[in-house]
């Protein structure tokens, strides 16, 4: 066998020889040697013994497995000439280090650890340590801050359960100051609204919102942002409806704040005649419901305690012990039929939303025969907020969830929704409501947790209508991801969440946009000392 190698080493041919002898010989056309030849020859030496070079570091890097400069070469190239894996520059002992269990119990006290990143860094070189003790420190730091973030995140989520579940001392002295103007000074005891504007109250000409609220301050800034943004606040109506202790703190507030040329309508649960003729199934619920979560949930001291459980996941149980989920106003939306029974549309506004736009346009959005016009949860820029589906409020793992919804269903927002009474009338929404509440509380609380809005969304499932974005801008109370002037450009804004604008929690640069509808020189807000921040 003969290989035959041209002059200019564009060709190289292989010839068939006789023995041993025959194979070593190269011919090389009528010259033996050219310095181009030469050039080639030293190029692929010099790349050759680079190579081997880095080879044999890295290999030295391993630590406790040596090896010569040929026997590394081997080791490197072997594996990936017959296609297999090449071996990791890890040592395995790092890795069987980092995946053996630890007891977390053997870190309490340890001084020897190393408190930051800057502390492990530098005992790790003044040491010199080898690649087990490495691992060992390593996991042991890493599983003590991990300890440490999962206290101080849980502390977080309980410190803003208690913040958002009590009543600030703020709003409770401006409740308990109303209630006593209301008592002292006839000027606060205005009919609302007054006798000749009566008829406006079911009169279908006229736009008619609905306001449930125990919140004296939460109602004021809604209502206000309503009528002051509105095109034609003469044909506004706005019905207040509030529970019996909050009923003349709120009679005082809005006799004292006219909002003219808008019609405003305060009237307590008591005052409806539906509401107080007989039983109410909500109500009977809300009372089973009380009993079942204080069995079930243990209270916050035992939800705190549990180590087993994930931040988020007693985050959600914390929420779920708010007793605004278990507050009438809260349910109150499912009997909006009942309660205005001359009125065929209206449009439902939570109390912690803000409103930056005229509304009168929602009267003119074609609902093609459905009830509830919403805007749709699962669609938008923002995917921590506008992410949600079914399975992100029902327990799929649950037969009797799993067996009639669909898991990635579009989810909807309550807070701000256009509802089709006339329409409504023709449904059976409000006894499915009642059905698969009473369904959650026989299974314990187990096909969702907290909240209307689980409910909601298989009540009227089938009878929702998605209306665009604009008009209803979500999770305010929840993440500062949302901008000032995106915020500023939608025409209501929902803050929906733990961090209510008028809490100390609330997000500081979201803050203003509710802040602006308060009138801080009102002789009722200064003296309870409700201040902008």
Known sequence: MQLHISPSLRHVTLLPGKGVREFIKVKVGGRRFSYRMLFYSLLFFTFLARFVFLLSTVDGIDGESKCSTIGCLGKRLGPGIFGRRIDSAVPEVIYQVLEEPINKDELKGRSDIPQSMEEFISEVKNSRLDARTFA?????????????????????YLYRHVA?????????????????????????????????????????SYFHFVLASDNVLAASVVAKSVVENALRPNKFVLHIITDRKTYYPMQAWFSLHQL?????????????????????????AMEKDQQVRSQFRGGSSAIVANNSEKPHVIAAKLQALSPKYNSVMNHIRIY????????????????????QTDLSPLWDIEMKGKVNGAVETCKGEDKFVMSKRFKSYLNF?????????YP???AWAYGMNIFDLEAWRKTNISLTYHYWVEENLKSDLSLWQLGTLPPGLIAFHGHVEFIDGFWHML???????T??????????????????????????????LWAKYVDFSDKFIKGCHIRPS
Not at 171 to 194: D, F, I, K
Not at 336 to 355: A, T
Not at 397 to 405: D, K, R, V
Request: net charge negative; glycine share 4%.
């Open 408 to 410: 990635n269903e579009c």
């Open 260 to 284: 003219s040329p808008a019609i405003i309508e305060v009237k307590a649960l008591q005052h409806f005649e539906w509401f107080s003729r007989g039983k109410v199934p909500v109500l009977e």
């Open 483 to 512: 901008s000032y002037a995106d915020a500023q450009s939608a025409g209501v804004v929902h803050f929906n969440g733990r961090a209510k604008p008028w809490l100390d929690i609330a997000f500081p640069k979201l803050r203003p």
């Open 136 to 156: 060992l420190k390593l996991r042991e730091m890493v599983c003590l801050m991990e300890q440490r973030t999962r206290t101080a995140k849980i502390q977080e």
């Open 336 to 355: 909006l039929p009942e309660l205005f029974p001359s009125l065929d549309k209206v449009v439902f506004l939570d109390d912690d939303i803000v409103v």
């Open 397 to 405: 793992s649950h037969p009797l969830i799993a067996q009639n919804f």
């Open 164 to 204: 958002s579940s009590t009543i600030p001392k703020q709003l409770h002295c401006l409740a308990l100051r109303l209630a006593n103007e209301h008592s002292t000074n006839a000027a606060a005891r205005l009919q609302l609204p007054s006798a000749e504007l009566v008829p406006t109250l079911v009169d279908n």
């Open 475 to 481: 999770g305010l109370g929840y993440q500062e991801n």
